[in-house]
């Protein structure tokens, strides 16, 4: 694996600044947001100074006890190649569950929700993780997450779940150092046991970011700066290996570029002084390193997983994103409490991206905008994309909201309108002749 250096999370907002940003080898950008015939004109530039682009996906649910989609497969596979990137990552987590598999409807969280890490479903990631390294172009990379809950009856640790699914697999692992914290705060696992478990060779590069604790939750919001506990946690780690690359993630709230600087900056300093431990430790002279080959999946795939093992998966998983997403009752064996807390951040998550998809909305609605989605994802959970759950939400509005202003509801009515049909209402013949009449009637 080629050593990628220092690297920022490409975003829309901040794509100026990243531009002008001093000391930057590489960029990710999440690939859902890329369109690979348009792609923004920051990204072709960085592109032509030969900054390198990592497409990192976000909704293939390789942790899922489906099989992966074909389509969001060769979508990566495209954008890869698009960007001649040299590797992809995505993540190890289940972000819908229900359909075929378990009989039951199809739910989206809308979110990264954590795997059991169990026998069944490691199994079932290994060969979800095998299909998709056969589907795309360059090497595989997955990203442990970060978690508020926890599954009961667990038989692996973290660092022995990703240990096994790199030996098996020899699928590369994107260490998120800020999802270890979370992780240890929010249950209670030791980030430097988890490091002292994983398979250092096989580590493509590492995130970084910044999150917040409230009522001993913390929240791994990519919003806030990255806090000290993180940067002791890259220390430890560059203190054991010498990562290929290092990665600030900002989604959110973001800063001035001055503000960016430093936290790169700070970034590091971190691994400038694990290094330095780890020279100090060894008695030489510290000299970057790239990383080994890591681990080799062997030589016999073995049988694939059993369609009753999947269903078992996908059956649990089901349950516990209905009770997340829909209001049933909770799985046996889960925290309630931290339920709630999951479930308020997966609704107040899906606001935040609906006002950003459709930003309209909070427009038309005003101060409304949020209780009201926030009382319609009660009863109504996603069954698609933000763009449908978008249109559902106006559409529940309008069906619901018999005392709205008037004048509101004609606009969220023709907001509707316009974009609930195959093509924009605008665009239609008789559309156009009508406002095109009513153009020539105000002119009188």
Same mark, same amino acid.
């Given at each position: 694996?080629?050593?990628?250096?220092?690297?920022?999370?490409? @975003?829309?907002?901040?794509?100026?600044?990243?531009?002008?940003?001093?000391?930057?080898?590489?960029?990710?950008?999440?690939?859902?947001?890329? &369109?690979?015939? #348009?792609?923004?004109?920051?990204?072709?530039?960085?592109?032509?100074?030969?900054?390198?682009?990592?497409?990192?996906?976000?909704?293939?649910?390789?942790?899922?006890?489906?099989? $992966?989609?074909?389509?969001?497969?060769?979508?990566?596979?495209?954008? +890869?190649?698009?960007?001649?990137?040299?590797?992809?990552?995505?993540?190890?987590?289940?972000?819908?569950?229900?359909?075929?598999?378990?009989?039951?409807?199809?739910?989206?969280?809308?979110?990264?929700?954590?795997?059991?890490?169990?026998?069944?479903?490691?199994?079932?990631?290994?060969?979800?993780?095998?299909?998709?390294?056969?589907?795309?172009?360059?090497?595989? +990379?997955?990203?442990?997450?970060?978690?508020?809950?926890?599954?009961?009856?667990?038989?692996?640790?973290?660092?022995?779940?990703?240990?096994?699914?790199?030996?098996?697999?020899?699928?590369?692992?994107?260490?998120?150092?800020?999802?270890?914290?979370?992780? #240890?705060?929010?249950?209670?696992?030791?980030?430097?046991?988890?490091?002292?478990?994983?398979?250092?060779?096989?580590?493509?590069?590492? #995130?970084?970011?910044?999150?917040?604790?409230?009522?001993?939750?913390?929240?791994?919001?990519?919003?806030?700066?990255?806090?000290?506990?993180?940067?002791?946690?890259?220390?430890?780690?560059?203190?054991?290996?010498?990562?290929?690359?290092?990665?600030?993630?900002?989604?959110?709230?973001? $800063?001035?570029?001055?503000?960016?600087?430093?936290?790169?900056?700070?970034?590091?300093?971190?691994?400038?002084?694990?290094?330095?431990?780890?020279?100090?430790?060894?008695?030489?002279?510290?000299?970057?390193?790239?990383?080994?080959?890591?681990?080799?999946?062997?030589?016999?795939?073995?049988?694939?997983?059993?369609?009753?093992?999947?269903?078992?998966?996908?059956?649990?998983?089901?349950?516990?994103?209905?009770?997340?997403? +829909?209001?049933?009752?909770?799985?046996?064996?889960?925290?309630?409490?931290?339920?709630?807390?999951?479930? @308020?951040?997966?609704?107040?998550?899906?606001?935040?991206?609906?006002?950003?998809?459709?930003?309209?909305?909070?427009?038309?609605?005003?101060?409304?905008?949020?209780?009201?989605?926030? +009382?319609?994802?009660?009863? &109504?959970?996603?069954?698609?994309?933000?763009?449908?759950?978008? *249109?559902?939400?106006?559409? #529940?509005?309008? @069906?619901?909201?018999?005392?709205?202003?008037?004048?509101?509801?004609?606009?969220? @009515?023709?907001?509707?309108?316009?974009?609930?049909?195959?093509?924009?209402?605008?665009?239609?013949?008789?559309?156009? *002749?009508?406002?095109?009449?009513?153009?020539?009637?105000?002119?009188?």
């Amino acid at each position: 694996m080629a050593r990628l250096g220092t690297g920022i999370g490409w @975003r829309p907002e901040i794509a100026d600044v990243v531009e002008r940003m001093p000391g930057i080898d590489w960029v990710e950008a999440v690939s859902e947001n890329l &369109c690979p015939g #348009h792609l923004p004109d920051s990204l072709l530039r960085l592109r032509e100074r030969g900054v390198t682009v990592v497409p990192h996906g976000v909704s293939l649910g390789l942790g899922g006890g489906d099989r $992966p989609d074909a389509g969001r497969l060769a979508a990566l596979a495209e954008r +890869a190649e698009v960007l001649g990137s040299p590797l992809v990552t995505e993540h190890i987590a289940f972000v819908r569950a229900g359909g075929a598999l378990t009989a039951s409807p199809q739910l989206e969280a809308g979110h990264l929700l954590p795997v059991p890490r169990t026998r069944d479903a490691l199994d079932v990631l290994c060969e979800n993780v095998r299909i998709a390294q056969d589907a795309l172009p360059v090497p595989l +990379a997955v990203e442990n997450i970060a978690a508020l809950i926890s599954w009961p009856d667990e038989e692996l640790t973290e660092g022995q779940f990703l240990y096994e699914l790199a030996d098996r697999t020899g699928v590369r692992l994107l260490i998120d150092v800020a999802n270890l914290h979370t992780n #240890h705060v929010n249950r209670g696992e030791d980030p430097a046991e988890a490091l002292g478990e994983l398979p250092l060779e096989a580590i493509a590069y590492v #995130h970084v970011a910044g999150g917040f604790e409230r009522d001993g939750v913390w929240h791994d919001s990519h919003a806030h700066p990255v806090a000290q506990p993180v940067l002791d946690i890259l220390t430890d780690l560059a203190s054991r290996v010498a990562p290929p690359g290092v990665l600030l993630e900002r989604d959110e709230n973001f $800063p001035e570029g001055d503000e960016l600087r430093r936290e790169v900056a700070a970034i590091g300093a971190a691994v400038a002084k694990g290094r330095a431990t780890r020279a100090a430790a060894a008695g030489v002279t510290v000299t970057p390193r790239v990383s080994g080959a890591g681990p080799e999946a062997g030589p016999g795939v073995g049988p694939g997983v059993d369609d009753a093992v999947r269903q078992r998966l996908g059956l649990a998983q089901a349950a516990l994103l209905s009770a997340l997403v +829909a209001g049933t009752p909770v799985p046996e064996g889960f925290d309630r409490a931290r339920l709630g807390v999951q479930a @308020r951040a997966l609704a107040g998550k899906r606001a935040d991206v609906v006002g950003k998809v459709a930003p309209e909305l909070p427009v038309i609605l005003g101060a409304g905008y949020r209780p009201a989605f926030l +009382a319609y994802a009660q009863g &109504c959970p996603m069954t698609g994309g933000y763009r449908r759950d978008a *249109l559902d939400f106006a559409a #529940h509005v309008l @069906r619901t909201a018999e005392d709205q202003d008037p004048a509101v509801r004609r606009a969220l @009515r023709e907001w509707w309108l316009e974009r609930s049909g195959p093509a924009p209402r605008s665009a239609r013949p008789g559309v156009r *002749l009508a406002r095109a009449t009513r153009r020539v009637l105000l002119r009188r």
